[in-house]
């Protein structure tokens, strides 16, 4: 059984920790006026044009920054475990460019699910790297795509499923009217929609046999009952092993991809990396530790654009708690974590 005592952030060494396996229960619940709100909203915001979506966002970030939401407690709580090395000053100082960030992220879902496709992608201004991508297609042995929650991994989705056939995972959402909407506009550009369980396992294992493209966030917690505890910034969190066995099983390259939100609402640029650590490996533990090492190195070269806000240590090793509960203090790992 998991333990719900409560707990900091402790340190760890580089051994990932197993968990009990327990069967992931369907979250969501019907809600159709909060799925009419949530779409009535981004219509009203599809109404705009980038550079006023990119000065509201901003705004609302500052207000989640000064206002001492819960978007920057948790922000607060990941930067003082993930980066002890850090100053107070200076991590004080992430969290309010991570929140102004984040709310231009949200202020631009509107736009990037509304919008006519060819207006969506007219958004992204300059590529980098992009000519991996072209080679592992033509390798002809599919293309693993990782996408963490760094800069708007929505649009990254979208592009790469303008250049390809694409299969792209998501998490289903807590409001199950809202969820055919989400699908619809990501999938817009061709891109097919795999649920995060065992269908939608198949259906991205069938993408790489038929020598497709698929899409993963890879730094989203997979749920109890699934994964494993490895580190990330040193701090054990539950991370997905599904990358690791895709990747070994059907010897696929893997590519990191983002799409940088660049400054005074100029658009996007979009980065395609390959990973200096191989991720496919039978052992898909070790595999693991080497997509949470590539992922922290890829958000390391753009910090205030990571998703600091996500609650990444919700779910943790037994006998920890959940540090993001009200009168939990997080504990930073300082001197003491194992690299």
Same mark, same amino acid.
């Given at each position: ?193 795999? &649920? ?34 490895? &580190? ?108």
């Amino acid at each position: 059984m998991e333990s719900d005592a409560e707990g900091p952030l402790e340190p760890q060494s580089l051994e990932v920790q197993h968990r009990k396996a327990r069967a992931p229960k369907r979250s969501g619940r019907s809600r159709p006026f909060r799925a009419w709100l949530g779409r009535t909203a981004l219509g009203l915001g599809a109404k705009l044009d980038y550079p006023t979506l990119y000065r509201l966002g901003g705004a609302a970030g500052r207000a989640l920054y000064r206002c001492g939401s819960g978007e920057r407690r948790a922000t607060g709580t990941n930067l003082e475990a993930c980066l002890p090395e850090w100053t107070a000053e200076q991590r004080d100082q992430l969290a309010r460019e991570s929140l102004i960030e984040t709310g231009r992220t949200f202020a631009e879902f509107g736009a990037l699910w509304c919008w006519p496709g060819p207006r969506v992608l007219s958004l992204v201004v300059e590529t980098r790297g992009l000519e991996l991508f072209e080679r592992a297609l033509a390798e002809r042995r599919g293309v693993i795509l990782l996408t963490p929650h760094l800069g708007a991994w929505e649009l990254a989705g979208l592009y790469f499923s303008s250049l390809a056939p694409l299969t792209a995972m998501y998490k289903r959402p807590p409001v199950v009217e809202i969820e055919s909407f989400y699908n619809a506009a990501r999938g817009r550009l061709g891109a097919k929609l795999a &649920p995060n369980d065992a269908g939608g396992v198949t259906m991205v294992m069938r993408a790489l046999r038929n020598r497709e493209v698929i899409g993963i966030l890879p730094d989203q917690d997979p749920g109890r009952g699934s994964g494993v505890f490895a &580190p990330w910034f040193g701090v054990p969190a539950n991370t997905t092993t599904l990358v690791a066995k895709l990747a070994a099983k059907s010897g696929a390259p893997v590519l990191l991809v983002w799409c940088e939100r660049l400054p005074q609402a100029r658009g996007f640029r979009v980065h395609v990396r390959a990973p200096e650590r191989t991720i496919g490996l039978e052992d898909a533990v070790q595999g693991t530790l080497a997509l949470n090492l590539e992922l922290e190195a890829l958000i390391r070269s753009a910090p205030t654009q990571y998703l600091w806000s996500y609650k990444r240590f919700r779910n943790r090793p037994e006998g920890l708690g959940n540090p993001y509960r009200e009168g939990v203090n997080a504990q930073t790992v300082g001197d003491r974590r194992t690299r």
